[in-house]
């Protein structure tokens, strides 16, 4: 049935179960940041160190306070609270530490906050019953899938700038249907390992 | 109802939101950005149109680099002179300003009235036509009109006009040079804005060649070298070149020329 062995896990949250073209979690930062590959590539390193500090703390906090208390329903809350806290982190470090990258994910920092991709990864965890070490794993692929379809889809998104479409489809249009295309390959992985 | 439940989550997230915000505000004072309350003053004093002509992709970039690494304040072309001197006014510094107002010209006239080699069907950008063998006109050196300068101004100034060539109106062009950087033919200039004649060619080819696939274009007869009173016009290449530096304007050239490419700037727009 399914394999929860660590390498297991981490492929499968990588392509069989990608964050953004399988599970559709997270659109509106993948179409917000993706008309330059280079912005796209550094929302992907905001999002990955955000997903994995945010994915252990949650499991932190989770496994050694709500638990033994019996206060698990207050898990939306606490792990909201955690996310938006390390995403305001993150932006007062890079702000200070890396000013253009700053400069160029400015309104997109906000977006990861609520972004119900890092949201999703928390809660997974705590459906999956995961320990720390397939915590880590599972966040790190999370973040790495978000990646690979992150960049793909930017650097598509640059050809379509100068591609001659039809008026109707130009924008956001195409733009869909490409992420419509783009997931169903991905549909083709379904079933590997169990998943 | 078991109370102790209640009493656990209001200890729980009051712990941990207290924790979180101590945590936040010591990153907050560690992590500060200290900002020049000058910065301000100097982005209120520049234009703010963002055009890059300082070098610095906007207004507030450039502000910052005046103020931390000490940049030269005549940068701001569309500002001229009175910002530069504003500029020095915030910092207590001393500038030297030019107060001559460029604009730009572009010297080709042709467009329709040019012969086209092919029919092109790519892509509608002048740096994409002119890597397909230098362009879809006969003419290798005129303007391809599909519009590179006209995308790229800020001030609204450059359009294509009636007959397929971009067209600089110099009441609001700020002489930024930001089209002179993306003519792929390299035939917009800058020039002072006090000289309204200009030669609407480039072509440096033979005047027999020139009159059979254009008719507007420099044949290089020399008429227009001969009949200026003030020697400011020479020939170079099978091309008339304006020097602008005598020219006063007075329009002798433009009723000599047998092909009508000189032409009185402001007579054009009015």
Avoid at chain 1, 103 to 120: E, F, M, R, S, V
Avoid at chain 2, 217 to 226: L, P
Wanted: proline share 3%; with cysteine; hydrophobic share 45%.
């Amino acid at each position: 049935m399914k394999n929860s062995t660590l390498i297991a896990i981490f492929i499968s949250s990588i392509f069989v179960n990608n964050i953004i073209l399988m599970r559709f979690i997270g659109l509106c930062s993948f179409f917000g940041v993706s008309n330059k590959l280079s912005s796209a590539l550094g929302m992907s390193a905001a999002v990955f160190f955000v997903m994995n500090l945010s994915a252990v703390v949650s499991w932190l906090l989770y496994n050694f306070v709500l638990v033994p208390l019996n206060l698990e329903f207050l898990k939306i809350i606490v792990f909201i609270l955690v996310i938006a806290s390390l995403v305001q982190l993150v932006e007062l470090f890079m702000k200070k530490n890396i000013p253009a990258l700053f400069k160029a994910l400015g309104i997109y920092l906000p977006l990861i906050t609520t972004n119900c991709a890092i949201l999703a990864v928390s809660f997974f965890i705590v459906d999956y019953k995961y320990n720390l070490l397939q915590t880590l794993v599972f966040s790190s692929g999370t973040a790495i899938g978000y990646t690979i379809a992150i960049i793909l889809f930017s650097s598509i998104r640059e050809r379509l700038e100068l591609a001659p479409l039809p008026n109707a489809v130009k924008g956001y249009g195409i733009v869909f249907i490409t992420a419509a295309l783009m997931s169903l390959s991905f549909m083709g992985l379904v079933g590997l390992f169990g998943f | 109802m078991n109370n102790i439940i209640i009493y656990y989550s209001i200890a729980t997230l009051g712990t941990t939101s207290v924790i979180i915000a101590l945590l936040l505000s010591f990153a907050a004072k560690k992590f500060k950005v200290e900002s020049d309350p000058r910065k301000d003053l100097l982005v209120s004093v520049l234009p703010g149109a963002n055009c890059g002509a300082c070098g610095y992709p906007g207004c507030e970039q450039y502000a910052e680099a005046i103020l931390t690494k000490d940049e030269v304040l005549t940068l701001c072309k569309p500002g001229g002179p009175e910002v530069s001197k504003k500029i020095a006014q915030i910092l207590g510094k001393e500038v030297e300003v030019s107060s001559q107002r460029m604009v730009a010209v572009v010297l080709c006239a042709g467009g329709s009235r040019t012969k086209d080699e092919f029919i092109y069907n790519g892509i509608k950008k002048c740096s994409v036509a002119n890597k397909f063998y230098e362009g879809q006109k006969l003419c290798k050196y005129g303007c391809l009109g599909f519009g590179d300068c006209v995308e790229v101004c800020p001030f609204d100034a450059i359009h294509i006009n009636k007959y397929g060539v971009a067209e600089v109106d110099p009441v609001k062009c700020t002489g930024c040079g930001l089209c002179v950087k993306a003519c792929p033919k390299n035939i917009i200039k800058l020039v002072p804005c006090n000289y309204q004649i200009h030669i609407l060619c480039s072509s440096k080819d033979k005047g027999v060649k020139v009159r059979q696939i254009c008719s507007v274009g420099c044949i290089s007869c020399g008429i227009c070298v001969k009949s200026c009173p003030v020697n400011d016009i020479e020939l170079k290449e099978n091309l008339a070149l304006m020097k602008y530096d005598k020219c006063n304007n007075c329009g002798i050239c433009v009723e000599k020329c047998p092909t009508k490419c000189i032409v009185d700037v402001t007579r054009v727009i009015a």
